[in-house]
């Protein structure tokens, strides 16, 4: 097992942040400022062609960490942000750029290659979070929830489907073709995003990936605009979502 | 043009409690105790069976009002509530009893009656809003919203389809048949509630009226239960979303 390693810190707003690296795997972690309490857990994965440090991750940490006082983290995925790109990235990369400048759906190859870089993540994530939970400020008993659409849920869903560890989470975006049978594995509670116009994918298969969690207590919010749009305030309903499952009060209205 | 008659008032945690009447239709306008300044004001539909006292109603409008600060104000429909009922109501009101009774779909007999009442409360519910908008901490000039599911829905969708004061509303619960022309004649943003294994109203159905809406802003909450299962942050949402359009801060964190 490796063990953080953190390589840079720095402060702003009321929020430390830290680099970090488990084994070959580079995050972030984000946490409040003031007392060394422990405190829940958000584990946060990135959109595909993203990275850790990307301004809407940091945008929802500031968010967590600031208005609900828990700790954030986020790595990168295979392939991206400060991790080296293999043949077989780059082959999916212009596989996926090719389609865009076709003007032909990207939803087979963003398929295909989340499904692929979900196999390999699943470990890096359950690793990271061993190793974050040797953090005398998280611990090995916290609440733990996690926060990923897009290639976030690509990846999450066959991450919490195999953590228990993981008690809530927030998804969305995704087909259900390679994750309603993960889905079926998951009874935490779930926030799930769509959005109703998505040009990429459609109503009837956002549809189906949220019937697939066998969670009781699971809300869809379906908002009117294309793939990109989802609105900001889906951020705070997230945060709401973490504070009345990962037992935190929000510090301020949210 | 009625205009309206105070009947009595009480006042509990920061809110003023008062029943009025316009014409022949009584209701209950909830304020903030201080400050007379001008405040938005949200129009409440209550439940079918139900009226405008219900702890459902109060329990709305008390977040409502000491949470953001608005003017709540809801009047029992017609034939519920401590208005009389004709012959035609209590043929209608038995034979959703039978139905009940039977154990068959209550939702033709409650289409069919919601339908018949709308007709009659659209008017009643527009003489309000004249009445309400000549008192000094309304004003004829402020933001209007319009919260109602079940039979709030069934009237509010045909009341904001013709009433340009009401500029954001909060529905759910109820069948396409009626509504669907109607919802799109609306543009305003809209939030929507749904029961995802809803027993009375088929998913489908569901998705069909939230689809009919006009509106470029629109968001869909589907909830994991049944009809009567509709979770109480709901309400908290609501209040949110009205914050977001009718332009007053929280007051505390909802």
């Known amino acids: 097992m490796h063990s953080l390693q953190f390589t840079a810190e720095s402060s702003s707003k009321g929020v430390v942040e830290r680099d970090f690296v488990v084994g070959e795997v580079p995050g972030v972690l984000w946490s409040p400022a003031s007392g060394a309490d422990r405190a829940p857990l958000v584990l946060m994965g990135h959109g595909g062609g993203n990275h850790k440090r990307h301004p809407a991750m940091a945008g929802r940490a500031q968010s967590f960490v600031a208005g609900c006082g ?13 991790r080296p790109r293999t043949a077989h990235d780059e082959q999916e990369v212009a596989a996926l750029a090719a389609a865009r400048a076709a003007g032909e759906p990207e939803g087979p ?37 996690y926060f990923g659409i897009n290639l976030g849920t690509a990846i999450g869903v066959p991450l919490v489907a195999v953590e228990p560890r993981i008690t809530a989470a927030v998804f969305g975006l ?20 769509m959005q109703w116009d998505d040009e990429d994918i459609p109503r009837e298969a956002a549809l189906a990936l949220f019937d697939a969690f066998a969670s009781t207590e699971k809300t869809l919010h379906a908002n009117a605009g294309k793939h990109h749009d989802v609105p900001r305030f ?12 990962l037992g935190r009060v929000l510090t301020s209205p949210a």
């Open 70 to 82: 828990f700790h954030v983290a986020v790595i990168d995925a295979p392939g991206h942000g400060d």
């Open 109 to 145: 190859g963003a398929r295909r290659y989340s499904g692929y870089l979900a196999e390999l993540a699943v470990p890096e994530w359950r690793a990271t979070l061993d190793a974050l939970q040797e953090l005398a400020e998280i611990g090995a008993d916290g609440p733990v929830g």
């Open 174 to 193: 995704h087909w259900p073709d390679d994750l309603a049978e993960k889905a079926k594995q998951i009874t935490v509670p779930i926030e799930f995003d």
């Open 234 to 245: 889906e951020v705070d309903s997230a945060a709401r979502f973490f504070a009345r499952h």
